[in-house]
């Protein structure tokens, strides 16, 4: 009987387990043509690879809004692009470089490579989380 309340109080509290909100809010995209596409990535193994929720919103004056529910506590990152020509990617030239923008959570920057996970990762506690990010 022990065993069954040990494993029953396990899963209880697994289902507690803290989530948030986080809002992304773009700002300063250079017109209102196409739409942002905004992906939350959850591991540094996934960064830029896979997506842990996605969202394509579009864009007023130059600020486009995404808001994720229900995201479990842990470490996350967030990138983004103005897909301007509306084809639904990130266009780039011939050696890779993106033609479109593109910015991530913390204003991490492409240093000859794309931007680090390390760089523009952040934390969630429960409490709701707003995260900005300029063009």
Known sequence: MEKILFLFAIAFTTTLSAQTTITVELQG??????????????????????AYKGSIKSIKDGKSVAVFENIPDG????????DENDNKELDTNFIGIPKEAY???????????????????????????????NF
């Not at 250079?30 to 830029?48: R, V």
């Open 29 to 50: 995209l250079a017109s209102d043509k196409g739409n942002a596409f905004i992906a939350i990535y959850d591991t540094e193994s996934a960064w830029l690879n896979e």
């Open 75 to 82: 470490t996350y990152a967030v990138s983004c692009f103005h």
């Open 103 to 133: 910015a991530c959570s913390n204003d991490a920057k492409a240093m000859f490579s794309a931007p680090k996970w390390e760089d523009a990762k952040f934390e969630t506690n429960g409490e709701e989380l707003t995260i900005p990010i």
